[in-house]
């Protein structure tokens, strides 16, 4: 049996439901926050909405092209053990959102943790897996409406009275609220179509 069968203990496939640039966007989203997501492009873009669209594109069709849904689902298990262990590249500490960074000016010692054969027993769930996945796709049909819904009740309210301030605050707070769900959902898929890496076992 080879490591990857040892390591991930089942094959790999897609969980996205086509090739639709709204499908793709979430498939690329995955554990992003949708808004923050968006709005790295247009901060990198100098809020030039262009040229920020332009590279998103570019991210979401990188990500489709370079199948990276499998790197993510497979691993530590398809990287060379050596590099892991020499720790060529590595993170050490969080930010304050609790995010892996790489702080050079701590002293620190890296120490490679190698994986437990059944660190990734959950990814065997198949119904579970199914069950998120039904779930996740529901939650972004969501957010799609309640955004395009969004967008449109911007463009069409009338000065600033207060049935149209009502339905901004309706809409801005059930997509909010939907945006959490949205990342709750992609954390339940998680469990399901990304190994384990040396970040959980610290």
């Given at each position: 049996?080879t490591?990857?069968?040892?390591?991930?203990?089942?094959d790999f496939?897609?969980?996205?439901?086509?090739?639709?640039?709204?499908?793709l966007?979430?498939?690329?989203?995955?554990?992003?926050?949708?808004?923050?997501?968006?709005?790295?492009?247009?901060?990198?873009r100098?809020?030039?909405?262009?040229?920020?669209?332009d590279?998103?594109?570019y991210?979401?069709?990188?990500?489709h092209?370079?199948?990276?849904?499998?790197?993510?689902f497979?691993?530590?298990?398809?990287?060379?053990?050596?590099m892991?262990?020499?720790?060529?590249?590595?993170f050490?500490g969080?930010?304050?959102l609790?995010?892996?960074i790489v702080?050079?000016t701590?002293?620190?010692?890296?120490?490679?943790?190698?994986?437990?054969m059944?660190?990734?027993?959950?990814?065997?769930?198949?119904?579970?897996k199914?069950?998120?996945?039904?779930?996740?796709?529901?939650?972004?049909?969501?957010?799609?409406?309640?955004?395009?819904?969004?967008i449109?009740?911007h463009?069409?309210?009338s000065?600033?009275?207060?049935?149209?301030?009502s339905d901004?605050?309706?809409?801005?707070?059930?997509?909010?609220?939907?945006?959490?769900q949205?990342?709750?959902?992609?954390?339940?898929?998680?469990?399901?179509?990304?190994?384990?890496n040396?970040?959980?076992?610290?």
């Open positions: 049996m490591q990857t069968g040892k390591i991930v203990p089942v496939s897609s969980v996205v439901k086509d090739t639709t640039l709204g499908s966007f979430f498939a690329t989203l995955r554990e992003e926050r949708a808004d923050s997501f968006v709005l790295r492009f247009l901060r990198a100098k809020w030039n909405p262009e040229k920020a669209a590279m998103l594109l991210v979401v069709k990188f990500f092209c370079e199948n990276i849904e499998r790197i993510i497979y691993g530590e298990s398809e990287i060379d053990a050596s892991l262990h020499k720790g060529l590249v590595f050490q969080r930010d304050k609790n995010c892996p702080d050079n701590i002293d620190y010692k890296y120490d490679y943790i190698p994986p437990k059944n660190e990734n027993e959950l990814m065997k769930d198949l119904e579970g199914k069950t998120a996945l039904e779930n996740h796709r529901k939650t972004c049909e969501e957010f799609k409406t309640l955004t395009e819904q969004w449109d009740v463009k069409h309210r000065g600033s009275s207060q049935s149209a301030s901004v605050n309706k809409i801005s707070n059930a997509r909010n609220a939907c945006e959490e949205l990342l709750e959902s992609s954390l339940k898929l998680d469990k399901y179509t990304r190994a384990k040396i970040y959980d076992r610290l």
